[in-house]
């Protein structure tokens, strides 16, 4: 018998595959079970060889070959080799990731059949008699001898208790069947659509003009019409017989976006989003493979779903922040999708109405095809934006009487009118008046936010929470005050200061549980509610088509933020947020309510709007060298004993110096210190190129990966960080 050697991607931390033993060669993409330690885990197998250069008698046998043929198509496992290299990842955390969560486990891939239910006709006669008494039963053995049914469909007129017995009495019988579907291409029909205006036009024939891969930037003003321009432009992919995957923010993923999709082409749509179970998740995995569904919306993670024709890729909202995953394998979805669409050779569609300077950069290099929508689609006109000066105004829950005055005015004309603000709970800390000190959680030494529904002291890193305290913990006044505001408290203010008018608080407290978000969404859009108070997850993508005020509170801190990109990411916050006013038929107006009112920063974000500060932006990262005009990587380690990950990271420095090609900040302490009882610390590298990035790192990890302290800390490569948390 022949013996083979087969290298198996296997899911630990460890930046290397592992050898075992096997009767036969196996292809590269299959699954494996294989002991490792006292564990078995589940492996994919990366390459087969006849000979090995080391102890045969030290190898283990497979235990176990899960799929007879690969399990992932050649793109995927493409698309891993260059996750592996360009994040500097273990290579069986970067398949585990690629797949779906049943399938890590080892489940076998799902039949894609039904159960239907066939009458049985014993003596070749109608059991009309045995079921004389039973009307119900006798209707149902009727329905069925027509037709064989799938089960789900006869239970839409015969309960199941019905259905058992007439099994029990042997006159039915379900059978096994592989679903036929005639495939989503018959059913393919164009609604009704609205006419593109020129500028749509010109960014529909844009990408349809693109044969094989190429990446166009849709940069189009909030409301400019954007998705109508991915669904005309898909009209030609669909028809063409291609599927399309359609990429969105995490919680921009609305019923109404999908509804859209499904009116339009009036085939299923396929939605995956962190809501959909595991099981779901598999069928429409291997539906989408074998060609079953021709459009899939989803989630960053959605980047990873196979297909068997795959025409194009649609980015939407490309500047969002849940594109880029914060733990484990480091990916940007964006990133991703560049190289899965030039793999695949087919388009990319990257749409924002602030786009990212690292987008934008591409795009006016020329590297990227680059498109503008510079006007609102429809009747409706960009909303005005102003600065309200809130120094030395009365301030009532945080809102400055000018403030308040505008909202009233909004109010009154039958408007909605949304309010923002960057905080959760009613106040980000509880201060005592008497000594100063706050409230804080030992384990994150991080104020506690303040919560009144239900009271509570609740840390935003670790989530734990705490009653409210009667008494100071450093002196025992009993004068505790919640300092600072966040949603609840400006919640309990509109409410007091305008009683009459119905309001909805929308943060990630109020929306948590499946379709709470959605529930909210379309009782605003029946007007229901007439002030929305609300964090985040306001800004993304909604179409309000009844507010006409937008009030920006507490965004003075990323005024002075250390992260550089904090302008960027307040400029893009604020223009999505503006966008959700004025969208319909009235005119729009956005406050942001300043205690810097002076700041050029916000002077010119607001006076010249997103367009021309991005390119400003842009420029001044071009000066001081920082990304996109460089690439960033970031070492973090963290550890419970400080001096751990701080040495770990000086040990990492000196590593990653022999090159001396590097520039490097640090070891500092990140900008999340302390997060459950752990210190956490960083190093900063920057290269004028990625090719000199990633060689210092191949140079240095093998070092850094077999030192003592690398087993002490929890450590990980954040390449092209987003964040210095
Ligand atoms: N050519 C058109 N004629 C009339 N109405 C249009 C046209 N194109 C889009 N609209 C309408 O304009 C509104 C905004 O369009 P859409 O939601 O596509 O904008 P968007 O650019 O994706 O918005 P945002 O980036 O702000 O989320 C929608 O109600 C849409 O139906
Ligand atoms: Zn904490």
Redesign the pocket.
């Known amino acids: 018998m022949s013996q083979w050697f087969i290298e198996v991607a296997v899911p630990v931390p460890l930046r290397q595959t592992f050898t075992y033993l096997s009767g036969s060669m196996l292809e590269k993409g299959c699954r494996v079970s294989v002991p490792f330690g006292k564990r078995t885990l589940v492996g994919i197998v990366i390459s087969s060889h006849s000979t090995y250069h080391g102890n045969v008698n030290k190898l283990k046998s497979l235990h176990d070959v899960l799929d007879a043929s690969p399990i992932l198509p050649p793109i995927l496992l493409t698309l891993c080799d260059w996750l592996t290299h360009y994040y500097h990842h273990p290579i069986g955390e970067v398949f585990h990731t690629a797949l779906p969560v049943l399938l890590r486990k080892g489940e076998p891939l799902p039949k894609d059949t039904h159960l239907l239910v066939e009458a049985v006709t014993p003596n070749d006669e109608a059991p009309t008699e045995l079921l004389a008494r039973a009307p119900k039963q006798l209707a149902c053995w009727q329905f069925i001898s027509q037709h064989t049914e799938p089960l789900a469909t006869v239970n839409k007129q015969f309960s199941s208790v019905v259905v058992n017995a007439l099994i029990e009495k042997g006159v039915a019988r379900t059978i096994e069947k592989p679903v036929m579907s005639a495939g989503w291409r018959t059913n393919l029909h164009l609604a009704d659509k609205?006419?593109?205006?020129r500028e749509?036009a010109a960014a529909i024939a844009a990408i349809n003009h693109i044969s094989g891969f190429s990446t166009l930037l849709l940069e189009?003003?909030?409301?400019?019409?954007?998705?109508?321009?991915y669904l005309q432009a898909l009209e030609q992919v669909l028809l063409a017989g291609k599927q399309v995957l359609i990429l969105v923010p995490e919680i921009g993923l609305t019923p109404q976006t999908v509804r859209r999709f499904i009116t339009r082409f009036g085939i299923d749509v396929a939605v995956l989003h962190s809501q959909v179970t595991n099981t779901e998740r598999l069928v429409i995995w291997q539906r989408a493979k074998e060609n079953k569904i021709g459009i899939i919306i989803g989630t960053r993670s959605a980047i990873f779903t196979p297909f068997e024709n795959l025409g194009m890729i649609i980015l939407?909202?490309e500047h969002d922040d849940s594109f880029k995953q914060t733990d484990g394998l480091r990916y940007h979805a964006r990133d991703l999708a560049v190289i899965r669409a030039k793999n695949e050779g087919i388009p990319l569609v990257l749409?924002?109405?602030s786009p990212s300077l690292e987008s934008l950069n591409n795009a006016l290099n020329k590297r990227y095809q680059h498109v503008l929508?510079t006007a609102?689609?429809?009747a409706?006109v960009m909303p005005t934006q102003h600065l309200l000066d809130a120094r030395e105004q009365p301030l009532q829950y945080g809102l400055a009487a000018g403030t308040i005055a505008i909202i009233k005015s909004h109010l009154e004309a039958n408007n909605q009118v949304l309010v923002f603000i960057n905080r959760k709970g009613y106040a980000p800390a509880l201060i005592c008046h008497r000594c100063g000190h706050s409230a804080e959680c030992h384990r994150c030494e991080q104020p506690f936010t303040v919560y009144q529904k239900p009271p509570r002291l609740q840390c935003q890193r670790c989530e734990k929470t705490k009653p409210v305290p009667l008494r100071c913990a450093a002196c025992g006044s009993s004068e505790l005050i919640p300092s600072g505001a966040g949603t609840e408290q400006i919640e309990a203010g509109l409410a007091h200061l305008f009683p009459q008018y119905s309001q909805v608080r929308i943060d990630s407290d109020s929306v948590r549980g499946k379709d709470k978000l959605a529930n909210i969404l379309k009782k605003v859009d029946r007007q229901e509610y007439q002030l929305l108070v609300g964090t985040q997850i306001l800004a993304k993508?909604?179409?309000f088509?009844h507010v006409t005020l937008v009030v920006v509170l507490g965004c003075d801190g990323a005024l002075y933020s250390a992260d550089f990109r904090a302008p960027e990411k307040l400029a893009q916050l604020v223009t999505?947020l503006a966008?959700?006013a004025g969208?319909?038929s009235k005119p729009g107006e956005m406050w942001l309510q300043t205690h810097s009112p002076e700041h050029p920063l916000l002077q010119d974000l607001i006076c010249n709007g997103y367009q021309a500060f991005s390119r400003y932006l842009l420029q001044e990262r071009r000066q001081t060298g920082l990304p996109p005009y460089s690439v960033q990587c970031v070492l973090r380690a963290e550890a419970v004993n400080a001096e751990l990950s701080y040495n770990f990271l000086m040990q990492s420095r000196h590593y990653l110096d022999t090159l001396n090609t590097l520039q490097m900040v640090g070891p500092i302490p990140a900008m999340v210190e302390k997060k459950q009882g752990r210190y956490r610390f960083m190093l900063i590298l920057s290269a004028n190129k990625r090719s000199v990035l990633h060689h210092a790192l191949r140079n240095a990890l093998p070092s850094i990966t077999q030192s003592a302290l690398s087993s002490k800390v929890r450590w990980s490569i954040d390449v092209d960080p987003m964040d210095f948390n």
């Open positions: 609205p006419t593109a205006n749509q189009g003003v909030t409301g400019s019409g954007k998705t109508e321009v939407d909202e749409g924002s109405g929508l609102r689609a429809g409706a993508g909604h179409h088509p999505q966008g959700r969208r319909a």
